[in-house]
């Protein structure tokens, strides 16, 4: 069964930065699409950033460019999302997705997320 598994999660204080992972297993990801959202308490589910099959063709959240950089390693069936110089606002659940084309409006597939949380 195809799952995605968050990781890297955690506490961090203003201006530090933290590592997530998303592996994949179960199926190959090496042909989907590849995302990070994120969901603040009392507010909906976001797009944080996107990347291509292939890992030439990313996009960001306006809110986090500059800031978050995304990459995948296909050899591990893995995505990362580095972010750097964290907000206060950016605590949130952090969720992984795959979907087979670049809609990302139903993706395919959604990992159970992982915590971050950043002290002011």
């Known amino acids: 069964q195809a799952q995605l598994v968050e990781s890297g999660g955690g506490l961090v204080q203003a201006g530090g930065s933290l590592r997530l992972s998303c592996a994949a297993s179960?199926?190959?990801?090496?042909?989907?699409?590849m995302g990070w959202f994120r969901q603040a308490p009392g507010k909906e589910r976001e797009f944080v950033a996107s990347?291509?099959?292939?890992?030439?063709?990313?996009k960001y959240a306006d809110s986090v460019k500059g800031r978050f950089t995304i990459s995948r390693d296909n050899g591990k069936n893995t995505v990362y999302l580095q972010m750097n110089s964290l907000k206060p606002e950016d605590t949130a659940v952090y969720y992984c997705?795959?979907?087979?084309?670049?809609?990302?409006?139903?993706?395919?597939?959604w990992g159970q997320g992982t915590q971050v949380t950043v002290s002011s």
């Open positions: 997705a795959a979907t087979p084309t670049s809609d990302w409006s139903r993706p395919r597939y």
């Open positions: 179960g199926r190959t990801f090496t042909s989907y699409a």
């Open positions: 990347i291509n099959w292939s890992g030439d063709s990313t």
